[in-house]
């Protein structure tokens, strides 16, 4: 039982009121087409989420300008 040690009550409670998108980074999520999907890896460094079956990109690290040609277009205007 080594490397286990106790952790307070409140730590848990703080970490599941945090967001996940906060815990995990935030992700901008992107319409891939299956042929553009190494391309999308080469230039964004997109990544396949497999629980949402879409791919994805670190929103720190690339912009929406960066990945306009994989956002998904949204009839509100938002995206």
């Keep these: 039982m080594k490397n286990l040690r106790w952790v307070p009550p ?3 409670r703080a970490l599941k009121s945090t967001p996940a998108a906060a815990r995990s980074g935030s992700r901008l999520y992107l319409n891939v087409p299956y042929a553009e ?6 230039l964004l460094g997109a990544r396949w989420d497999s629980r949402r079956r879409q791919w994805y990109v670190d929103a720190d690290r690339v912009s929406r300008e960066q990945a306009s040609r994989w956002l998904p277009n949204r009839p509100d205007g938002d995206s």
């Design 10 to 12: 409140t730590f848990w």
């Design 37 to 42: 999907k190494d391309e999308a890896k080469t």
